[in-house]
């Protein structure tokens, strides 16, 4: 006869696989869900509102809110700016969580990426050690394609409240139409 605190193990260790084996085969969920801003709003909070065109990046190691994050820098050159006020410097650095260092790697959902698209369009703010961030994480950024249509970033989260939100608003129109909507946001 068993007891009952042998029962009771063989149970959890029971239980213990069969969850076990539930993670083995089950796919990780992966969903960032973000307010979605308007364009007033994305104007609003945008130090710059640039036309950028990546030269390079590296990741590095950064304390953020008390944790031990990697963080990739993008070096930028400023080709255009849609908003007077934009100071004209001619290169800029980016920050986006997550990235690589040696073996281990890092991956943020909703972040923009900066690094491969090619020129975007980007409203960034600028942190208080003078790198930029992309204002509201993705929808901040543009992919700009050769024939000057903005593409929302591919890795854009999912945005409530999208039938209002910036990247709506732009997302297909000509960089052109773009500078225009950006204006009139401006003068709200």
């Known amino acids: 006869m068993s007891s009952p605190s042998s029962r009771r193990a063989f149970l ?20 960032t869900l973000v ?4 364009l007033p709003e ?11 065109e990546p030269l390079d990046s590296h990741s590095h190691w950064q304390s953020i809110g008390g944790r031990r994050l990697i963080v990739t820098d993008t070096s930028v050159r400023v080709l255009d700016s849609l908003r007077a006020d934009s100071a004209a410097e ?13 073996d281990r790697s890092e991956l943020v959902l909703g972040q923009p990426d900066f690094g491969t698209t090619g020129q975007g369009l980007a409203f960034l703010t600028r ?21 000057q249509v903005l593409s929302a970033s591919r890795f ?4 409530m409240k999208w039938e209002h939100s910036a990247v709506k608003a732009l997302h297909g129109q000509k960089l052109a139409t773009a500078r225009g909507l950006v204006a009139g946001a401006a003068a709200k």
């Open 12 to 31: 959890t260790l029971l239980g213990c696989g069969t969850a076990a084996s539930a993670l083995v085969r089950s796919k990780p969920a992966l969903a």
């Open 35 to 38: 307010r979605g801003l308007t």
């Open 42 to 52: 994305m104007v609003a909070q945008s130090a710059r509102i640039v036309v950028v």
């Open 90 to 102: 001619a290169q800029l650095v980016l920050r986006t969580l997550g990235g690589r260092i040696g």
């Open 127 to 147: 942190a208080d050690d003078g790198v930029f961030w992309a204002t509201g994480m993705a929808q901040g950024h543009f992919a700009l394609s050769k024939e």
């Open 156 to 159: 854009l989260p999912t945005i």
